[in-house]
T-cell receptor, first 112, second 118 residues
Framework: KQEVTQIPAALSVPEGENLVLNCSFT??????LQWFRQDPGKGLTSLLL?????REQTSGRLNASLDKSSGRSTLYIAASQPGDSATYLC???????????FGAGTTVTVRA | NAGVTQTPKFQVLKTGQSMTLQCAQD?????MSWYRQDPGMGLRLIHY???????DQGEVPNGYNVSRSTTEDFPLRLLSAAPSQTSVYFC?????????????????FGPGTRLTVL
């Protein structure tokens, strides 16, 4: 069974600092990995999707890396802003049945 | 496009009652799924569908039924509500269906239904 872990569960940083969010998974047989953002009381919004053959994806201030062999992904958010405050979840698509397994998320607070 | 819509946004049920959570998408997506989100546990897959007339179970299907009569709609039915079904329910959809009937594309989520069972 695929286990996805996100540590820490919560993070508070001052505005302008770079954010580093971690995601680890136990089974390296994945098809892709996605990072989502969730605002309080809202649904999930996809931020980045990395195919298993890729090492990283970038979108604006966001950069996500993937090391499949070690079972890790990292989401970097450059020059954080208060508007980046949200919960960030990672999810892996398993190769055997293509179902998504989610981590519990990291809740980020960016202080102005 | 409205994207993925869910109704109702909030619902309170008594134990034993039944109800249907509605989900609709207007993006012509083949793959639709239902998740529940509980504190500290992430999202868990309840049921999913790879197209009209085709559904399958996810990780936590007990107590829930689904059907997919059209591409647009994917309702989730609670047969006899229990306090353990208190949760936030999300519907998601995506475009791609690869060989074997599974979707691996970016998923679009609805805003969720917050359900409390007393």
């Amino acid at each position: 069974k695929q286990e996805v872990t996100q540590i820490p569960a919560a993070l508070s940083v001052p505005e302008g600092e770079n954010l580093v969010l971690n995601c680890s998974f136990t089974d390296s047989a994945i098809y892709n990995l996605q990072w989502f953002r969730q605002d309080p009381g809202k649904g999930l919004t996809s931020l980045l999707l990395i195919q298993s053959s890729q090492r990283e994806q970038t979108s604006g201030r966001l950069n996500a890396s993937l090391d499949k062999s070690s079972g890790r992904s990292t989401l970097y958010i450059a020059a954080s802003q208060p508007g980046d405050s949200a919960t960030y979840l990672c999810a892996v698509t398993r190769s055997n049945d293509y179902k998504l397994s989610f981590g519990a998320g990291t809740t980020v607070t960016v202080r102005a | 496009n409205a994207g993925v819509t869910q109704t109702p946004k909030f619902q309170v049920l008594k134990t034993g009652q039944s109800m249907t959570l509605q989900c609709a998408q207007d993006m012509n997506h083949e793959y639709m799924s239902w998740y529940r989100q509980d504190p500290g546990m992430g999202l868990r897959l309840i049921h999913y569908s790879v197209g009209a007339g085709i559904t399958d179970q996810g990780e936590v299907p007990n107590g829930y039924n689904v059907s997919r009569s059209t591409t647009e709609d994917f309702p989730l039915r609670l047969l006899s509500a229990a306090p353990s079904q208190t949760s936030v329910y999300f519907c998601a959809s995506s475009y791609g269906v690869v060989a074997g009937g599974r979707s691996t594309d970016t998923q679009y989520f609805g805003p969720g239904t917050r359900l409390t069972v007393l």
